[in-house]
């Protein structure tokens, strides 16, 4: 069994940083790809970033490629989201995911 638990979340205003992070516990997941989706009012989930969890090479949605990094800390069992240049479009609860286990989501608000 594996748990997720995001945090840093927040608001933030346009042009901001956040970094969320996503705290893995349990076995077996380093053959797993981590991934981070978001969803915002009205619209469906979609996929923001992944990593492989082992190797390390990344993918990226176009609309947050240049401004987000994603990535993972073995040593802590964290993955983490950098999300900088931020727009209020990026306005949305974010979910961190491995294989098929979900977090529980953080708000993050670009607001002024």
């Known amino acids: 069994q594996v748990q997720l638990v995001e945090s840093g979340g927040g608001l933030v205003q346009p042009g901001g940083s956040l970094r969320l992070s996503c705290a893995v516990s349990g076995s077996n997941f380093e053959n797993y790809v981590m991934s981070w989706f978001r969803q915002a009012p009205g619209k469906e989930r979609e996929f923001v970033a992944a990593i492989a969890w082992s190797a390390g090479s990344t993918n990226y949605a176009d609309s947050v490629k240049g401004r987000f990094t994603i990535s993972r800390d073995n040593a802590k069992n964290t993955g983490y989201l950098q999300m900088n240049s931020l727009k209020p479009e990026d306005t949305a609860i974010y979910y961190c995911?491995?294989?098929?286990?979900w977090g529980q989501g953080t708000q993050v608000t670009v607001s002024s």
């Open positions: 995911t491995l294989s098929q286990y």
